[in-house]
């Protein structure tokens, strides 16, 4: 009888095509890829250890197996990703339950890593982190109707505050052919929405062609059968030109969403994160974004509390959310991380000041929201149908202006069919959901 394997994919989007590509090469070599972790034999969790919030989800989901192992319903436990890349030996002299582990640079060598801990070897392996992408087929886990097409890994950035180029490597475009290649193969199997992703989209093709690509693949991709919508995920804000404005604006199939992190607004407080370009141009970037593009919906990344943020830069942040009336936005209190530059600077605000101004956005923030849904009421959308929810009985989708897995969901009467499009007119908002009726 084959071994059960199962997985945990925690953290980013890019975590999650690298657990694709995992569950690929295990059913390659003929492990049974369980679908309940309940019922698997071997354990893999992918890790994120980006931020302290992670890193602790991290290790509490290796302690919860843990204990698992202890009463004999587990076998054997692999911990991959960003946290083996950063603790590597901490790792397996702190928590002896781990039989395995392999970081960012040896998600292809997973098969061997299992059959090693089967036999009773403790395995690591970390390979090189600025190798080229890896061209692994994926055991596509989202959806329905929608993926993840990764263009790149790595960063270039250097944001002060980052541990992902230490992590994940240098900056690395996948070759054009290679993505329209998985593109079109993803298209074959049903999926209509992908969502392009990377630590930064707008610097594809930089290292590989001496040029920006991504308005390039855009428009290729924008010819592929199947496809009806195309997401843009993390969009740096000063690499974002004419051209690629251009190309959102007039291409049908670009849904008019982008994730644009800006992180802050006031110059000072970006110099301090590395940041390149200022406040002001981030300013003249949405203003020209929100007059070329219609109906555009903007999400960002903001980071309170960076040491040297004071009452002036706050409020300045404060004011500028208060006037973009950005319509989704993550905001976080700033994490030191070990490592990073930030870490050792001076003037850094206390904790409960960092994450009491992210509260303080975060209602700011829901007020944009509010406003943003009444301003949906009575009007046509259409919807990426996912699933029926039995709590309320009713089906839900995810109109334009909703990214999966980090924005809300429209949930409608009426019959519709999963992975497929249905358009509804919105009458409510129920618990900060939209709530809709399909039209005949």
């Known amino acids: 009888m084959p071994c059960k394997v199962g997985m945990v994919s925690l953290g980013c989007a890019k975590n ?20 309940s972790v309940e019922s698997a034999d071997v354990i893999i969790i992918n890790t994120c250890g980006f931020i302290e919030s992670a890193k602790s989800e991290a290790i509490e989901n290796i302690l919860e197996f843990a204990e698992l192992k202890k009463a004999g319903k587990l076998s054997k436990i692999v911990v991959a990703g960003c946290l083996s890349e950063r603790y590597r030996e901490e790792i397996l002299r702190e928590l002896p339950e781990v039989d ?22 403790t395995a690591s392996r970390f390979g090189d982190i600025d190798a080229p992408v890896s061209e692994t087929e994926r055991i596509v886990t989202s959806g329905p109707g929608w993926a993840y097409l990764r263009i790149a890994e790595g960063c270039d950035n250097r944001c002060s505050y980052c541990v992902i180029p230490k992590l994940r490597g240098k900056y690395r475009s996948r070759p054009m052919e290679n993505v329209l290649r998985e593109a079109e193969s993803l298209a074959a199997m049903g999926v209509k929405e992908l969502i392009v992703i990377a630590q930064d989209i707008t610097r594809y ?25 195309i997401r843009l995920h993390y969009l740096y804000p000063d690499e974002i030109d004419d051209e690629l404005i251009d190309v959102i604006a007039s291409e049908e199939r670009v849904v008019k969403y982008l994730d644009i992190p800006i992180q802050h607004i006031n110059d000072r407080i970006l110099k301090l994160m590395n940041r390149r370009g200022s406040g002001g141009e981030i300013r003249s970037l949405f203003k020209k974004l929100r007059g070329r593009i219609p109906g555009l919906v903007l999400r960002t990344s903001i980071i309170t ?5 004071g009452e002036t830069e706050f409020e300045e942040l404060s004011e500028f959310l208060r006037d973009a009336k950005i319509e989704r936005a993550g905001i976080f209190a700033y994490s030191p991380e070990e490592g ?32 943003f849904n009444d301003s949906r009421m009575g009007r046509e959308e259409e919807l990426l149908v996912e699933g029926f929810d039995p709590e309320t009985g009713l089906m839900y989708g995810r109109s334009y202006a909703d990214s999966p897995e980090v924005d809300g969901k429209v949930y409608f009467e009426g019959e519709a069919e999963e992975g497929q499009f249905v358009r509804v007119i919105i009458k409510d908002v129920i618990d900060g959901d939209l709530f809709g009726e399909v039209l005949e």
Request: glycine share 12%; hydrophobic share 35%.
């Open 100 to 121: 395995g582990i392999l970081g960012c640079g040896s998600f292809d060598e997973i098969s061997e890593v299992v059959k090693e801990v089967l036999k009773g070897k």
């Open 305 to 309: 509390g960076l040491p040297g943020e």
């Open 340 to 371: 990073t530059p930030a870490a050792e600077m001076p003037d850094r605000p206390e904790s409960e000041t960092a994450e009491h101004r992210a509260e303080l956005l975060v209602n700011l923030q829901s007020a944009i929201i509010d406003g």
């Open 205 to 229: 093709g930089t290292d590989l062609y001496g040029e920006r690509k991504l308005s390039e693949l855009i428009r290729r991709l924008c010819l592929i059968d199947g496809i009806r919508w």
């Open 16 to 35: 999650m095509v690298n657990s694709e590509q995992m569950l690929y090469k295990l059913n390659e070599a003929g492990f049974d890829i369980s679908g």
